[in-house]
């Protein structure tokens, strides 16, 4: 195998992991903040997806069908912010758990009792579209490339918005005491439906960007959840950090697991069962992963007190 | 609390004992909720769109959605049988639950018709009297496509399917007929949705053509990203991937694709035509594939129904297996093991104004029978 | 007798009552879903040792369930094919008898419960719910592309498999085998609960550190209470199998997980019977909603939502109108 194809693979071991770091960023976000297990986040991911598509084919405009996404997926974890999350704060996660899975039903089904059964089309607008040359001979497409350059441009936004901004201030005050920020005077249910509606809308980002290029559809979200929750896990629960590197990692580990495990098989077995056993154990590679993480490190590898 | 349960309980009891008196029962169990519940949709409205055109009333169709679950499944075609006691089964979509349910059901007697799946047992060591196959057996369309690349010239395919049975049954077919070269061969995963790393494969892999057969949006993601990739190999695939319903969400991507079919909209035969147009009124969409095979399964049981009575298992079994209606493909017959004996065609998928569908450009395979009927000892 | 009590021999006996009242109005599938309630009640009684009482919350008991469906599938696959399951160190066949196959799930769900408990007890919280549900999710994968028993095809099976003495192809014997285990259960977790390991379990969820200070490992109790948590949905898994003549992947989804846990919440989080008035409930609901309309899961979703939210306890916390008891 050449040198420029496993570049090529890193390349888009990287771009995977970025794309997976939207969705998780939004989920640690609302964990670290506060507390809560939102299996729904999935289901925003779709909301921004199917967003998007219409505006898209209402339009024609690639660039407000991603506005579109942000506004709906914020409008819609808004929403169920106010009707449902806020009244499972006080829970215990396994009531978290439940309603929001109660949840996914209702938006899944919605869906699809609005859009009807099949897919909606997005698609890669015109100036994003086909591959350019990097140095060294590869050609790989520019949209992808956008994916990698809007998921770090988040991140550095996600970071200076913490750490920075007034908001991120009273973000992290409300991690370590809820109760101290509140007596300060700080409107703590304003806060929450805010930073619920950022997760939400970061999740609809994600499922816009990754609708063109991947079918916009009916429970398009729970694979990429389940994913996610395998990175904050890996990046320990709550930390934006630790959701960028476990991203990083679980998207490498998935994308070259795939390509390299079944040629690894084929050393030593013959060609048809290696690829289907090198393809079964990448499939389940991450998870392997991740047990073994936990193994070291029980609460991820940036993971505080939670 | 009780009392409410009991009330419940007894609705439940009620609803399951109403049986109307029709003479023949028909239950249908088919994927109406869920991912891949447009497929489940379209051969319902296939199967009823002819049903109310024969417009007899001593039929009953009872549908239930199996939710694409077997366990479900399993449990419905139970209550179908035993309790409301049908003559006939038809509507599942998927290989996994035909395979959970078929067996049984034939052995208790029940007629099953498959719309749509046809694995490979059931049309070889496990078939059965009761057993017919409207649509195709899983392999057909993956040989015709095999055999549409040798015709087209191709030398060396790199083929690609998801890591499960009816992946890899898609695969052998194509071996089965394709005598060219493999430059590489891969199984994705299950539900998989980004194709970066395979796509990159191909590229470097030095193939002068692409094989695939991946349902589902798994397929709409490859084509979106392989036509963004900038490979430009020519593609070939099974109509799974190219049908109405799925079309409109891949767009451009898929222009000018070839694929295997045993049916297309443009088939020209009468029945077809009237089809064609009769779906398009009633629904106000262009029919599909999994459409055309729920009218075609309908028109089958009523051609029999019209010659033998259900009671009479054998009259009616031949009555089936002489197959004597008016196919939306055109000829049809069954083979000795009660699977399909067609043409299958090769389309193009083309742009009819603002929408994408497809036209037919050459048959692939003729008179195709499927490779496990010899197996079969009816 | 208080409510809560009354309340359970009610169900217990409605649960026996209707099959044998379908059994003479001649309803076979009536006594399949009531079958499908006692398996899927099974389950739940399994999966309330560890949440109810152990405060573990699981996401991946679909796992358990869904080797012990494979343990039944696998067994049954062999003897009807007449292959051996291997030759080699020694020659193990197939079995179509009910009791090995139950014995071979049970032992082989309790061996999975404890390899990924040993693991996954190592963390806590969010942590626990996201890692079980990641070896749930591990095992469907490997299932999926597991050819040799199926893949995502699954295994299904002639004949249900025999129970000396009885025929179980009969839905009110099957259903009555079923029935009997379930009662069993319910009097071993009953025992349980009030047995001293049910109790220092109970203590180390309400305050680790009370349990730690008179000389108990957290750890080990928990692992214990997980393994037969496993091992019972694991028997349950392989009844089900039974009942449906056939196994698949779907079993092992992370659905199933969470379907097992809406029974135990809808019935009530640590109450004895709350799993049995869960699957019930949710199978009737399941039953009269599909009816109504093919968008019945926006129903169950939103009945769901206002049973989490409006509420707690469950239904026997509604009824029985006291906070969880662990009496």
Same mark, same amino acid.
């Given at each position: 195998?050449?040198?420029?194809?496993?570049?090529?693979?890193? %390349?888009?071991?990287?771009?995977?992991?970025?794309?997976?770091?939207?969705?998780?960023?939004?989920?640690?976000?609302?964990?670290?903040?506060?507390?809560?297990?939102?299996?729904?986040?999935?289901?925003?991911?779709?909301?921004?997806?199917?967003?998007?598509?219409?505006?898209?084919?209402?339009?024609?405009?690639?660039?407000?069908?991603?506005?579109?996404?942000?506004?709906?997926?914020?409008?819609?974890?808004?929403?169920?912010?106010?009707?449902?999350?806020?009244?499972?704060?006080?829970?215990?996660?396994?009531?978290?758990?439940?309603?929001?899975?109660?949840?996914?039903?209702?938006?899944?089904?919605?869906?699809?009792?609005?859009?009807?059964?099949?897919?909606?089309?997005?698609?890669?607008?015109?100036?994003?579209?086909?591959?350019?040359?990097?140095?060294?001979?590869?050609?790989?497409?520019?949209?992808?490339?956008?994916?990698?350059?809007?998921?770090?441009?988040?991140?550095?936004?996600?970071?200076?918005?913490?750490?920075?901004?007034?908001?991120?201030?009273?973000?992290?005050?409300?991690?370590?005491?809820?109760?101290?920020?509140?007596?300060?005077?700080?409107?703590?249910?304003?806060?929450?439906?805010?930073?619920?509606?950022?997760?939400?809308?970061?999740?609809?980002?994600?499922?816009?960007?990754?609708?063109?290029?991947?079918?916009?559809?009916?429970?398009?979200?729970?694979?990429?959840?389940?994913?996610?929750?395998?990175?904050?896990?890996?990046?320990?629960?709550?930390?934006?950090?630790?959701?960028?590197?476990?991203?990083?990692?679980?998207?490498?580990?998935?994308?070259?697991?795939?390509?390299?495990?079944?040629?690894?098989?084929?050393?030593?077995?013959?060609?048809?069962?290696?690829?289907?056993?090198?393809?079964?154990?990448?499939?389940? %590679?991450?998870?392997?992963?991740?047990?073994?993480?936990?193994?070291?490190?029980?609460?991820?590898?940036?993971?505080?007190?939670? | 609390?009780?009392?409410?349960?009991?009330?419940?309980?007894?609705?439940?009891?009620?609803?399951?004992?109403?049986?109307?008196?029709?003479?023949?029962?028909?239950?249908?169990?088919?994927?109406?909720?869920?991912?891949?519940?447009?497929?489940?949709?379209?051969?319902?409205?296939?199967?009823?769109?002819?049903?109310?055109?024969?417009?007899?009333?001593?039929?009953?169709?009872?549908?239930?959605?199996?939710?694409?679950?077997?366990?479900?499944?399993?449990?419905?075609?139970?209550?179908?049988?035993?309790?409301?006691?049908?003559?006939?089964?038809?509507?599942?979509?998927?290989?996994?639950?035909?395979?959970?349910?078929?067996?049984?059901?034939?052995?208790?007697?029940?007629?099953?018709?498959?719309?749509?799946?046809?694995?490979?047992?059931?049309?070889?060591?496990?078939?059965?009297?009761?057993?017919?196959?409207?649509?195709?057996?899983?392999?057909?369309?993956?040989?015709?496509?095999?055999?549409?690349?040798?015709?087209?010239?191709?030398?060396?395919?790199?083929?690609?399917?998801?890591?499960?049975?009816?992946?890899?049954?898609?695969?052998?077919?194509?071996?089965?007929?394709?005598?060219?070269?493999?430059?590489?061969?891969?199984?994705?995963?299950?539900?998989?949705?980004?194709?970066?790393?395979?796509?990159?494969?191909?590229?470097?892999?030095?193939?002068?053509?692409?094989?695939?057969?991946?349902?589902?949006?798994?397929?709409?993601?490859?084509?979106?990203?392989?036509?963004?990739?900038?490979?430009?190999?020519?593609?070939?695939?099974?109509?799974?991937?190219?049908?109405?319903?799925?079309?409109?969400?891949?767009?451009?991507?898929?222009?000018?694709?070839?694929?295997?079919?045993?049916?297309?909209?443009?088939?020209?035969?009468?029945?077809?035509?009237?089809?064609?147009?009769?779906?398009?009124?009633?629904?106000?969409?262009?029919?599909?594939?999994?459409?055309?095979?729920?009218?075609?399964?309908?028109?089958?049981?009523?051609?029999?129904?019209?010659?033998?009575?259900?009671?009479?298992?054998?009259?009616?079994?031949?009555?089936?297996?002489?197959?004597?209606?008016?196919?939306?493909?055109?000829?049809?017959?069954?083979?000795?093991?009660?699977?399909?004996?067609?043409?299958?065609?090769?389309?193009?998928?083309?742009?009819?104004?603002?929408?994408?569908?497809?036209?037919?450009?050459?048959?692939?395979?003729?008179?195709?029978?499927?490779?496990?009927?010899?197996?079969?000892?009816? | 007798?208080?409510?809560?009590?009354?309340?359970?021999?009610?169900?217990?006996?409605?649960?026996?009552?209707?099959?044998?009242?379908?059994?003479?109005?001649?309803?076979?599938?009536?006594?399949?879903?009531?079958?499908?309630?006692?398996?899927?009640?099974?389950?739940?009684?399994?999966?309330?040792?560890?949440?109810?009482?152990?405060?573990?919350?699981?996401?991946?008991?679909?796992?358990?369930?869904?080797?012990?469906?494979?343990?039944?599938?696998?067994?049954?696959?062999?003897?009807? +094919?007449?292959?051996?399951?291997?030759?080699?160190?020694?020659?193990?066949?197939?079995? +179509?008898?009910?009791?090995?196959?139950?014995?071979?799930?049970?032992?082989?769900?309790?061996?999975?419960?404890?390899?990924?408990?040993?693991?996954?007890?190592?963390?806590?919280?969010?942590?626990?719910?996201?890692?079980?549900?990641?070896?749930?999710?591990?095992?469907?994968?490997?299932?999926?592309?597991?050819?040799?028993?199926?893949?995502?095809?699954?295994?299904?099976?002639?004949?249900? +498999?025999?129970?000396?003495?009885?025929?179980?192809?009969?839905?009110?014997?099957?259903?009555?085998?079923?029935?009997?285990?379930?009662?069993?259960?319910?009097?071993?977790?009953?025992?349980?609960?009030?047995?001293?390991?049910?109790?220092?379990?109970?203590?180390?969820?309400?305050?680790?550190?009370?349990?730690?200070?008179?000389?108990?490992?957290?750890?080990?109790?928990?692992?214990?209470?997980?393994?037969?948590?496993?091992?019972?949905?694991?028997?349950?898994?392989?009844?089900?199998?039974?009942?449906?003549?056939?196994?698949?992947?779907?079993?092992?989804?992370?659905?199933?997980?969470?379907?097992?846990?809406?029974?135990?919440?809808?019935?009530?989080?640590?109450?004895?019977?709350?799993?049995?008035?869960?699957?019930?409930?949710?199978?009737?609901?399941?039953?009269?909603?599909?009816?109504?309309?093919?968008?019945?899961?926006?129903?169950?979703?939103?009945?769901?939502?206002?049973?989490?939210?409006?509420?707690?306890?469950?239904?026997?916390?509604?009824?029985?109108?006291?906070?969880?008891?662990?009496?």
């Amino acid at each position: 195998m050449s040198l420029i194809l496993i570049l090529e693979q890193i %390349l888009n071991g990287l771009q995977f992991g970025v794309m997976l770091f939207l969705m998780a960023a939004g989920l640690t976000l609302v964990f670290g903040v506060m507390g809560l297990i939102n299996l729904a986040h999935g289901a925003l991911y779709m909301v921004g997806a199917f967003a998007a598509a219409i505006v898209a084919a209402w339009t024609g405009s690639f660039v407000l069908a991603l506005v579109a996404s942000l506004a709906a997926a914020a409008a819609a974890g808004a929403l169920v912010e106010l009707l449902v999350i806020r009244k499972l704060y006080d829970r215990d996660h396994l009531d978290q758990v439940l309603a929001t899975f109660a949840l996914i039903l209702i938006f899944s089904e919605g869906t699809r009792w609005v859009f009807g059964s099949f897919p909606l089309f997005l698609d890669v607008p015109s100036y994003l579209s086909g591959p350019i040359s990097l140095p060294g001979g590869i050609e790989y497409p520019l949209y992808r490339l956008t994916i990698i350059a809007i998921g770090l441009v988040v991140a550095a936004g996600l970071f200076w918005l913490i750490a920075r901004t007034r908001i991120g201030i009273q973000i992290r005050a409300g991690e370590s005491d809820r109760e101290m920020i509140a007596a300060l005077g700080v409107d703590i249910s304003k806060l929450y439906t805010l930073v619920f509606a950022l997760g939400a809308a970061l999740a609809g980002l994600a499922g816009a960007l990754v609708g063109a290029i991947q079918s916009v559809q009916v429970g398009m979200g729970e694979p990429v959840l389940i994913l996610a929750f395998v990175v904050i896990v890996i990046g320990g629960i709550g930390s934006i950090k630790g959701a960028m590197v476990g991203a990083l990692l679980v998207g490498l580990t998935d994308t070259l697991g795939g390509v390299f495990l079944p040629q690894l098989f084929g050393l030593f077995m013959e060609p048809a069962s290696a690829t289907s056993v090198g393809a079964s154990l990448a499939s389940m %590679l991450i998870y392997i992963l991740m047990a073994a993480i936990l193994l070291v490190r029980p609460s991820g590898l940036y993971g505080g007190q939670h | 609390m009780k009392t409410l349960t009991t009330m419940a309980l007894a609705t439940a009891v009620s609803a399951l004992a109403m049986s109307a008196a029709a003479e023949t029962k028909i239950g249908m169990i088919t994927t109406l909720s869920g991912g891949g519940a447009g497929l489940g949709v379209d051969v319902r409205d296939g199967f009823m769109l002819a049903m109310e055109q024969a417009g007899r009333d001593d039929i009953e169709v009872v549908i239930e959605d199996d939710q694409r679950k077997p366990e479900s499944a399993v449990q419905i075609a139970d209550r179908m049988i035993q309790s409301e006691k049908v003559d006939i089964m038809t509507g599942i979509i998927w290989s996994n639950l035909a395979m959970a349910v078929v067996p049984a059901a034939t052995a208790q007697g029940v007629f099953y018709l498959s719309p749509n799946a046809g694995p490979s047992a059931l049309a070889g060591k496990r078939c059965h009297e009761n057993y017919f196959n409207v649509a195709w057996q899983n392999d057909n369309l993956h040989e015709a496509a095999g055999a549409y690349a040798n015709d087209a010239g191709l030398k060396n395919s790199y083929i690609l399917a998801p890591n499960y049975p009816a992946g890899k049954d898609a695969l052998t077919g194509y071996k089965r007929m394709y005598q060219g070269d493999l430059a590489g061969e891969t199984y994705t995963k299950m539900g998989q949705t980004d194709y970066a790393a395979e796509i990159a494969q191909i590229r470097a892999s030095g193939a002068d053509s692409v094989y695939f057969f991946l349902p589902g949006g798994m397929g709409i993601s490859f084509l979106k990203q392989y036509a963004d990739s900038g490979v430009d190999l020519p593609v070939v695939g099974p109509a799974f991937s190219f049908d109405q319903g799925i079309l409109q969400a891949v767009g451009g991507a898929a222009l000018g694709i070839k694929n295997t079919s045993q049916w297309n909209k443009d088939l020209d035969n009468p029945a077809n035509t009237a089809f064609v147009a009769a779906f398009e009124q009633k629904y106000e969409r262009l029919p599909s594939l999994y459409a055309s095979q729920g009218y075609d399964t309908a028109n089958l049981i009523l051609s029999a129904l019209n010659k033998a009575d259900v009671d009479d298992k054998d009259a009616f079994r031949a009555a089936l297996k002489a197959a004597e209606f008016d196919s939306v493909r055109g000829d049809f017959k069954f083979g000795d093991n009660h699977h399909p004996i067609q043409n299958i065609y090769v389309r193009e998928v083309i742009q009819e104004g603002d929408v994408f569908t497809n036209k037919i450009i050459a048959t692939g395979l003729e008179n195709h029978a499927d490779a496990y009927a010899a197996e079969c000892k009816m | 007798m208080n409510r809560e009590k009354l309340l359970n021999t009610a169900v217990i006996l409605l649960l026996l009552a209707i099959p044998l009242w379908a059994h003479m109005a001649e309803e076979p599938f009536l006594i399949t879903l009531a079958t499908k309630v006692a398996i899927l009640a099974l389950a739940g009684v399994g999966l309330n040792i560890a949440l109810g009482i152990g405060g573990l919350v699981s996401l991946g008991h679909a796992a358990f369930f869904g080797i012990g469906g494979y343990a039944m599938g696998i067994l049954a696959a062999h003897a009807q +094919n007449y292959e051996p399951l291997a030759e080699w160190p020694m020659l193990i066949e197939g079995t +179509n008898q009910m009791p090995v196959i139950w014995l071979v799930a049970v032992v082989a769900s309790a061996l999975a419960a404890l390899v990924i408990g040993a693991l996954s007890l190592r963390t806590s919280g969010v942590y626990f719910i996201m890692i079980t549900l990641a070896f749930g999710q591990m095992l469907y994968y490997f299932a999926i592309s597991w050819t040799a028993y199926g893949g995502e095809d699954g295994l299904s099976i002639w004949v249900r +498999n025999e129970f000396p003495g009885l025929n179980t192809l009969v839905p009110l014997e099957f259903f009555l085998i079923c029935y009997v285990i379930l009662c069993a259960a319910l009097w071993f977790a009953a025992r349980l609960a009030r047995a001293p390991f049910g109790l220092a379990l109970s203590a180390a969820r309400q305050c680790e550190a009370r349990v730690e200070t008179v000389g108990i490992t957290p750890y080990q109790l928990r692992l214990t209470a997980f393994v037969i948590s496993g091992a019972i949905t694991g028997l349950a898994g392989a009844l089900f199998a039974d009942l449906n003549r056939f196994v698949s992947p779907t079993m092992l989804s992370w659905h199933t997980s969470g379907e097992i846990m809406i029974f135990v919440i809808i019935g009530g989080v640590g109450r004895l019977f709350g799993p049995v008035i869960g699957a019930a409930l949710f199978i009737l609901l399941e039953h009269l909603l599909g009816g109504i309309s093919d968008y019945w899961q926006i129903y169950l979703g939103g009945l769901l939502l206002i049973i989490v939210l409006y509420a707690r306890g469950g239904v026997i916390g509604a009824i029985s109108g006291r906070e969880v008891a662990h009496d």
